[in-house]
């Protein structure tokens, strides 16, 4: 009965070409249906697909100021309730929203999802997934490139800079009770001027180029492909054919790559050793990218100055770490995930 | 040349064998006056007066730079017999602003020709006043440019993306999991407002604009129109303008009677709550109490301090507990090149004003 009346709404809009009005129930609306075509909420809710997320909140979750992005065009199930009953939720599932990696994308959990038609990543990588798996059961994989790559830039940047620097030292002797003097033998290194080597121009790598290129710095880059002549001469960045060249040229090596398993351990004992003892690792790519025990070795004796990292595998790390500026894996800044409603 | 017309002298009157014998005691003569002229030239070298040799004065490989040129004293030594070393410093090399240039110490220095700053703040010197007594006051613009926009940039990346606190969370043994309270602002494409648009200001619009920032910047006078182009900078003709639309305000002023106190509590009102304060200038140029009452009550986001007044801050100071707040201690210059490139300055514009030269960077009261 109720389906009728909704359908005969429907046509009366079409054929009056009235505007649409969302309600929240039907009752009293006799007046309003002279203006407006009415179709409760309730109806529109129940249209919309069946997306499964990890939770609200909490550290892996979809940010509660988010969530409304999201309900805009899906009904949201959260993970501990799918597990509930699963036999009952699980064919509903159309789509599964992954943020920071969760819910994971398993086997196991997706032989629940019959009618899964995508896995849809928040970031860029997609490492953590196996795509050809996923694509097997018919369901469709994606990412957001771009969207990412000025905010994962600016903190290459700010890496660099912090390590250079030594932003960190400065605020803790800064705050430090026992500080009376101005210290004068807090001496970092130079930033403008100084040579900057990315590994990896994709879209990320690009817009570092463009960074380090205000600050004067001389850029290089090595890539699996050239980058036309006009994208080198807007950022004054230099192709390294080989590796070794931009390594043992450089005093800042940038990794900007994805993971795949030609760059996983691309940066080892070798690379490292390539490096200049003054120059700084800064790693925004996957912690995969670097050999960590090599890093580590290198650090320990001086083989190079400084890392600076915003991954590291795994993440968290267990508890380690003296020697490097480590900042845990969070690049995507809350401006940038409201501009992309 | 006297000794050649002795040689020559010597030669006609003598036979070859007591010649040569006494040639051999010529060039001893010679080796000996050659030796007393390096002397005398090394004793002309004029007198320095330094802080000190240590972490808190002059490191070893920027004493390296003034020897060449003069000999050094440092306050300690001078102070031990005034009388005796004051009258043959014609240089004072001042670093970190020590030891302080009052008139008792200049009263001691009657052959002083120059106060040569390593730095282009002169804030704490009176110039007018040592200029009276005969003295040069030079500084080093131009060389700290780089390396201090470089320490502007590092505070406002570090301070909107969080790195400080991102740190400590990864270094944290207690964390299992990465906190998304770790959320920061966005730096690519917010607007930089730049009060002080000089050869440093500048440096950090075009690094600004790397980041495809939106410049705006309030100078006592405006820059050429390729300047603001060459950037993307617009020129605010009223402060309040840049700071009601600015998302990261950076201070780069020289500290004046006029910029004293330039951003205080109705300044800070105007800047939006999500704005952070970016100082690479002086301590002086804000209003530290002002700044304390705004983190606190969130009238703006946070702040990123190069400086402060005094440096470093009482131990109990509140901007040193609050969690919105990052200091670094005027390290706007720390770097090893270009620590090395000020000292250089520093010394040519001694080395001219002792000379009686016009020094390079020789500071002239307006």
């Known amino acids: 009965m109720m389906e009728m009346f909704y359908f005969h709404l429907h046509l009366q809009a079409m054929e009056q070409d009235k505007p649409w009005a969302l309600i929240s129930e039907v009752g009293g609306v006799s007046q309003m249906m002279e203006m407006f075509c009415v179709l409760p909420r309730q109806a529109m809710e129940q249209d919309k697909p069946w997306a499964l997320i990890s939770e609200v909140g909490g550290d892996c979750g979809l940010l509660e100021d988010h969530l409304d992005i999201v309900k805009h065009h899906f009904q949201v199930l959260c993970y501990q309730d799918f597990l509930q009953n699963p036999e009952l939720h699980g064919p509903k599932v159309q789509a599964l929203l992954m943020w920071r990696y969760y819910p994971e994308a398993r086997p196991a959990l997706l032989r629940m999802l019959p009618s899964l038609k995508v896995v849809s990543s928040g970031g860029a990588g997609v490492d953590h997934l196996d795509v050809a798996f996923i694509n097997g059961l018919g369901a469709k994989v994606s990412n957001t490139p771009g969207v990412v790559s000025r905010a994962t830039a600016d903190l290459a940047m700010g890496l660099l800079l912090a390590s250079a620097r030594r932003i960190l030292e400065g605020h803790r002797v800064a705050r430090d009770p026992e500080t009376r003097r101005i210290p004068l033998n807090l001496q970092g290194a130079d930033v403008s001027g100084a040579t900057l080597g990315i590994v990896g121009m994709g879209d990320t790598g690009f817009k570092i180029a463009q960074r380090g290129h205000g600050f004067e710095m001389d850029v290089l880059y090595h890539n699996r492909n050239r980058r036309s002549l006009e994208d080198e001469q807007a950022v004054g960045a230099t192709f390294c054919q080989k590796l070794d060249e931009l390594l043992t040229r450089s005093d800042f090596v940038v990794l900007a790559v994805r993971l795949t398993s030609e760059t996983a351990g691309l940066i080892g004992t070798r690379e490292l050793e390539l490096m200049k003892p003054t120059a700084t690792l800064v790693n925004i790519s996957r912690g995969q990218v670097v050999d960590q025990d090599a890093l580590v070795q290198a650090l320990r004796s001086g083989t190079i100055r400084a890392a600076a990292l915003d991954v590291t595998h795994p993440e968290p790390l267990p508890r380690s770490g003296k020697h490097s500026v480590s900042q845990s894996h969070v690049q995507m800044t809350q401006k940038n995930i409201e501009t992309d409603s | ?366």
């Not at chain 2, 004793?43 to 330094?50: G, M």
């Not at chain 2, 909107?160 to 400590?168: D, I, M, P, S, T």
């Not at chain 2, 530290?288 to 703006?300: H, N, P, R, W």
């Not at chain 2, 201690?329 to 000292?343: D, E, Q």
């Open chain 2, 1 to 366: 040349m006297t000794c050649l017309c002795y040689l020559r002298c010597v030669r006609k009157l003598w036979t070859p064998a007591e010649a040569s014998q006494l040639l051999k005691v010529v060039n001893l003569h010679r080796s000996v006056h050659q030796l007393q002229h390096k002397k005398v030239m090394a004793e002309e070298k004029p007198w320095a007066l330094i802080s000190e040799v240590s972490e808190q004065g002059y490191l070893e490989e920027m004493v390296d730079v003034i020897k060449p040129h003069f000999h050094i004293i440092n306050y300690k030594d001078f102070q031990q017999n005034q009388q005796l070393h004051g009258p043959k410093i014609q240089a004072l090399l001042l670093w970190n602003a020590f030891p302080v240039v009052e008139p008792s110490l200049l009263s001691l220095l009657p052959s002083l020709k120059v106060v040569a700053n390593g730095g282009v703040g002169i804030d704490h010197l009176d110039v007018p006043y040592i200029n009276s007594l005969g003295v040069k006051v030079t500084n080093t613009p131009g060389v700290v440019s780089n390396a201090t926009a470089d320490i502007g940039m590092a505070l406002l990346l570090a301070s909107a993306r969080k790195v400080v606190e991102g740190h400590q969370v990864a270094m944290d043994p207690k964390i299992t999991h990465i906190p998304q309270s770790l959320m920061g602002v966005e730096v690519s494409e917010s607007t930089l407002g730049i009060i002080g648009m000089g050869h440093i200001g500048y440096k950090i619009a075009q690094r600004g604009k790397g980041f495809d920032m939106k410049i705006l910047y309030h100078n006592r006078s405006r820059r050429s129109v390729e300047d603001e182009q060459a950037v993307g900078a617009t020129y605010c003709a009223n402060m309040d303008d840049l700071l009601k639309e600015s998302d990261f305000v950076m201070l780069a002023v020289n500290l004046t009677p006029e910029t004293t106190r330039l951003i205080g509590h109705r300044q800070l009102s105007l800047m939006k709550p999500t704005a952070t304060l970016v100082n690479v200038s002086r301590g002086l140029v804000v209003d530290q109490d002002a700044l304390v009452k705004a983190l606190q009550s969130g009238t703006i986001r946070a702040a990123a301090l190069d400086v402060t007044y005094p440096e470093p801050l009482p131990r109990d100071h509140p901007l040193l507990g609050l969690p919105n707040v990052l200091i670094t201690p005027h390290v706007g210059t720390h770097t090893l090149a270009t620590t090395i490139k000020m000292v250089q300055q520093m010394v040519d514009n001694a080395v001219a004003a002792v000379k009686g030269q016009t020094a390079p960077n020789e500071v002239k009261p307006k």
